[in-house]
């Protein structure tokens, strides 16, 4: 049986008991969620929905490698990613989240499941393929993807769950159409260029491999 307190907060977190709070300008919401358990357990489960229902994530079940009483957690609603983090590379970010505890369970942490529901309106407006929908998760400097699994959608939410294995910073994420058709359309002609110039050294056409740099690369 788990005891469970949580509260808004509007201001950053208290620095000696969590790890360094991504920059206040950048953090939206914040909620802090204290959990009693009455008998150790290696499980614990957070109902995010509860205290802000308007948001993609829903649930998150965190896993520790040795039972555990007692945990405060402070989730965070991002605006935009941390200066020194990376972006997800050629996608749209939807929203960004950073999720940390005390420093003495974050490495007793060894699985992290995230349950999402994402309004197909804001997908829509953001021009974002549905099938292109995952979850990254970064502790340093990059993202890099988190398992996802993709249960049953319905007419007006797509359902993600990803799993990782620490704490940090997570993106949900997509790769939109417009941005999808630019990719496409260059590795078409870095495709057709290379095939060109191959076959414009072949046969020693000097001056058509000439002309087609000069007009690729200006040079």
């Given amino acids: 049986m788990f005891l469970i307190s949580a509260s808004l907060l509007f201001a950053s977190a208290d620095a000696y008991n969590f790890p360094p709070d991504p920059p206040p ?19 614990i489960f957070m109902n995010v929905t509860k205290y802000t229902p ?103 939410f797509i359902y993600l769950s990803a799993s990782g294995e620490k704490l940090g910073y997570f993106a949900v994420a997509g790769t939109t159409i417009f941005l999808q058709k630019i990719v496409t359309i260059t590795v078409t002609v870095i495709i057709v260029a290379t095939v060109i110039i191959y076959l414009c050294r072949k046969f020693q056409l000097k001056h058509v491999l000439k002309n087609l740099r000069r007009n690729l690369f200006g040079g």
Avoid: G
Wanted: aromatic content about 14%.
């Fill in 54 to 156: 308007q948001h993609f994530l829903k649930n998150i079940t965190i896993e520790f490698y040795e039972p555990i009483m007692f945990a405060s957690f402070i989730i965070s609603f991002l605006s935009d990613k941390p200066p020194n983090l990376s972006a997800p590379d050629n996608v749209c970010v939807l929203q960004y989240y950073y999720i940390r505890t005390f420093v003495e369970l974050e490495d007793k942490v060894v699985n992290v499941t995230m349950n999402f529901a994402i309004d197909r309106t804001i997908i829509q407006n953001k021009d974002v393929k549905e099938e292109s929908l995952t979850v990254y998760w970064s502790h340093a400097e990059k993202f890099q993807k988190c398992r996802i699994k993709k249960t049953v959608n319905d007419d007006f």
């Fill in 25 to 43: 300008y950048i953090v939206n919401k914040n909620i802090h969620i204290v959990i009693s358990s009455i008998s150790p357990t290696k499980t």
